[in-house]
């Protein structure tokens, strides 16, 4: 595994300049303050970081902090494609 | 109707010498210098790293105001932005701005820069041409854009008023300041936040520069027979103006007075000074601040410690104040912090009024052996006592774009 759930999470605050403390999984994105272009500025860093490509495009409609980070995760963390 | 007085009610700086103005001001006060040698590394896609004398900014200048407002804004920003944001903060805090009401609709920003986010611009060009990706960081365009800084400071502070960025290469916070003051004067504002910075020291830029063939081998020595051209620096300075009127009707502690500037251009080369476009600037901005027939004014020169500029800035200073200048007094303080770009007079600008209330003026450092060409009255070796209570700072630009400030204290 690449990246833990906590570390992904430590990512998103420092990225979308939000408290840590108030990224719990059920909270919605729009709420956390969390916009398009820190997303985009998310997946980025994600890239910079881990090597994983992901496109705005490719992400599915999400409802919560939880969805994005399990999404995420399973991206970074999934074996690479021989 | 006479135009609006405007006092200065606030200071910002941030540069090598320190990450205050009161910091800076103890640096030159005291003949310490922030020029040092760095090695520029540019990465895996760039030629050999090369050893340059620069004047860097420590980390760590944007704590105060990320510790009092957060990150929001200043999170997302390129270090040219962040230098201005951080000085403004300071300017602000010191004038008792904070907060007040009057910044939301009567008051102006104008802040200068040279070139804007050189540092994002070569993180981009690194993954475009060295990587070879077509995929650029999202906030590659508004960390680059010059006028993100202005718009940083109007974010933070919630400043709705007149809002823009001026670029002059290195006169761009002297035209700021100048524009800033007419909107007080004209009564589009009460308050402006004026000044500028810079951060273009950078593995890309600075090999430009190298070839523009201004950068010292070793140090900056302005004024001195021996000297070999400028230094680069980074950092940022700001100053609130505000109508007396204003600044009195809220009890403000006024610490200067914008007397008044004048403008001229060479229009002649890109990058060799003119003498009469350079007297031009000084002349009107002794007449725009009644400084003539005083018998002291501390000049803050140019002084970049270029060959061509200080000998032709000694000849300007002559030619426009004719013999009063063998008394008026002429410091060069990019010996200490380097050459700011965008940010230089500004800075000088903040260091002039506190050699003003001091009573002061600093030493020009590393002046070995003053140049028999410049005929002015250089303040070398050590801080000399003065009685000027009015200034004159000095800006000239590449392009033959000139200012010249007035201030009292």
Same mark, same amino acid.
């Given at each position: 595994?690449?990246? +833990?759930? +906590?570390e992904?999470? *430590?990512l /998103?605050?420092e990225?979308?300049?939000? *408290?840590r403390?108030?990224?719990?999984?059920e909270?919605?994105?729009?709420?956390?303050? /969390?916009? +398009?272009?820190?997303?985009i500025?998310?997946?980025?860093?994600?890239?910079?970081?881990y090597?994983?490509?992901?496109?705005?495009?490719?992400?599915?409609q999400?409802a919560?902090?939880?969805?994005l980070?399990?999404?995420?995760? +399973?991206?970074?963390n999934?074996?690479?494609?021989? | 109707?006479s135009?609006?007085?405007i006092?200065?009610?606030?200071?910002?700086?941030?540069?090598a010498?320190?990450?205050?103005a009161?910091?800076?001001?103890? =640096?030159?006060?005291?003949?310490r210098? #922030?020029?040092?040698?760095?090695?520029?590394?540019?990465?895996?896609?760039a030629?050999?790293?090369?050893?340059?004398?620069v004047?860097?900014c420590?980390?760590?200048f944007?704590?105060?105001?990320?510790?009092?407002?957060?990150?929001?804004?200043?999170g997302?920003?390129?270090?040219?932005?962040?230098?201005?944001?951080?000085?403004?903060?300071e300017?602000?805090?010191?004038?008792?701005?904070?907060?007040?009401?009057?910044?939301?609709?009567?008051?102006?920003?104008?802040?200068?820069?040279?070139?804007g986010?050189?540092? !994002?611009?070569?993180?981009?060009?690194?993954?475009?041409?060295g990587?070879?990706?077509q995929r650029?960081h999202? =906030?590659?365009?508004?960390?680059?854009?010059?006028? $993100?800084?202005?718009?940083?400071v109007?974010?933070?502070?919630?400043?709705?008023?007149?809002v823009?960025?001026? !670029?002059s290469a290195c006169?761009?916070?002297?035209?700021?300041?100048?524009?800033?003051?007419?909107l007080?004067?004209?009564?589009?504002?009460?308050?402006?936040?004026v000044?500028?910075?810079? $951060?273009?020291?950078?593995?890309?830029?600075?090999?430009?520069?190298?070839?523009?063939?201004? &950068? @010292?081998?070793? !140090?900056?020595?302005?004024?001195?027979?021996n000297?070999?051209?400028?230094?680069?620096?980074?950092?940022?300075?700001?100053?609130?103006?505000?109508s007396?009127?204003?600044?009195?009707?809220?009890?403000?502690?006024?610490?200067g007075e914008?007397?008044?500037?004048g403008? %001229?251009?060479? @229009?002649f080369?890109?990058?060799?000074? %003119?003498?009469?476009?350079?007297?031009a600037?000084?002349?009107?901005?002794?007449? =725009? #601040?009644?400084?003539?027939?005083?018998?002291?004014?501390?000049?803050?020169?140019?002084?970049?410690?270029?060959p061509?500029?200080?000998?032709?800035?000694?000849? @300007?200073?002559?030619?426009?104040?004719?013999?009063?200048?063998?008394?008026?007094?002429?410091?060069?303080?990019? %010996?200490?912090?380097?050459h &700011?770009?965008?940010?230089? =007079?500004?800075?000088?600008?903040?260091?002039?009024?506190?050699?003003?209330?001091? #009573?002061?003026?600093?030493?020009?450092?590393?002046?070995?052996?003053?140049?028999?060409?410049?005929?002015?009255?250089?303040?070398?070796?050590?801080?000399?006592?003065?009685?000027?209570?009015?200034a004159?700072v000095?800006a000239f630009?590449?392009?033959?774009?000139?200012?010249?400030?007035?201030f009292?204290?």
């Amino acid at each position: 595994m690449k990246v +833990s759930e +906590s570390e992904l999470l *430590d990512l /998103i605050a420092e990225e979308a300049i939000v *408290d840590r403390t108030t990224l719990k999984r059920e909270a919605a994105l729009g709420d956390l303050g /969390i916009s +398009s272009l820190d997303l985009i500025t998310m997946l980025f860093e994600l890239e910079e970081r881990y090597g994983v490509v992901v496109e705005e495009a490719e992400m599915p409609q999400m409802a919560n902090l939880g969805e994005l980070v399990d999404f995420l995760l +399973s991206r970074i963390n999934a074996e690479p494609v021989a | 109707m006479s135009p609006r007085r405007i006092a200065v009610t606030g200071l910002g700086a941030v540069s090598a010498l320190g990450q205050t103005a009161a910091a800076n001001w103890e =640096a030159v006060r005291e003949g310490r210098s #922030g020029i040092g040698r760095h090695t520029f590394e540019g990465g895996d896609h760039a030629p050999e790293p090369v050893a340059l004398p620069v004047a860097l900014c420590e980390d760590g200048f944007a704590a105060p105001l990320e510790r009092s407002m957060g990150r929001k804004v200043s999170g997302g920003l390129d270090r040219f932005a962040l230098l201005a944001l951080s000085a403004a903060f300071e300017a602000l805090h010191a004038a008792g701005l904070i907060g007040h009401a009057a910044l939301s609709d009567r008051t102006a920003i104008v802040l200068g820069h040279g070139q804007g986010g050189q540092e !994002t611009l070569e993180k981009c060009y690194e993954r475009y041409f060295g990587l070879r990706s077509q995929r650029m960081h999202p =906030a590659s365009v508004p960390k680059i854009m010059p006028s $993100s800084a202005v718009s940083a400071v109007a974010m933070q502070f919630g400043v709705h008023g007149p809002v823009f960025a001026t !670029t002059s290469a290195c006169a761009s916070s002297a035209h700021a300041v100048i524009q800033g003051a007419s909107l007080v004067q004209s009564g589009l504002a009460d308050i402006a936040i004026v000044g500028g910075s810079e $951060s273009i020291a950078t593995p890309g830029c600075m090999a430009a520069w190298q070839a523009i063939q201004a &950068l @010292a081998d070793e !140090t900056c020595r302005p004024f001195s027979r021996n000297r070999d051209g400028m230094v680069m620096a980074e950092g940022g300075a700001v100053l609130v103006l505000e109508s007396y009127e204003h600044a009195e009707a809220r009890g403000a502690a006024v610490l200067g007075e914008y007397l008044g500037a004048g403008m %001229s251009s060479d @229009a002649f080369h890109i990058t060799q000074p %003119s003498l009469d476009g350079c007297a031009a600037a000084i002349r009107q901005a002794m007449r =725009a #601040g009644g400084l003539e027939g005083e018998e002291e004014v501390l000049i803050a020169a140019h002084g970049t410690g270029t060959p061509l500029n200080d000998r032709n800035e000694a000849a @300007a200073i002559r030619a426009a104040i004719g013999d009063a200048a063998a008394a008026w007094p002429v410091i060069a303080t990019k %010996s200490a912090h380097g050459h &700011l770009i965008g940010g230089s =007079a500004a800075l000088q600008a903040v260091i002039a009024l506190q050699a003003l209330r001091a #009573g002061l003026a600093p030493p020009i450092l590393n002046c070995d052996e003053p140049d028999p060409e410049c005929e002015i009255d250089l303040v070398v070796g050590q801080v000399r006592p003065i009685r000027a209570r009015r200034a004159l700072v000095n800006a000239f630009a590449f392009g033959g774009l000139n200012a010249s400030l007035a201030f009292a204290a």
